[in-house]
């Protein structure tokens, strides 16, 4: 059985804020042209990883020796 899973809500971590904003700039305009999607903006932000909320969750923590601690 094959099947296909869509979702319109993703996470993207990198490792600076600068990174972030340059993957930003290119989903959106790949989502857009290539895609054809519209994006919503009031949705669509950079984030540090102590400050996410996706899909529910409140995503916090503190790097400590390479891991995440929670």
Known sequence: ?????????FVVCVESTS??????AWIKRFLT?????????????????????FLGFTFRGKRSGGAIKH
């Open 1 to 9: 059985m094959r099947f296909a899973r869509y979702a319109d809500d």
């Open 19 to 24: 990174a972030g904003h340059r993957v930003m």
């Open 33 to 53: 042209t290539k895609l054809k999607l519209v994006i919503n903006e009031e949705k669509s932000k950079v984030v540090k990883t102590n400050d996410l909320r």
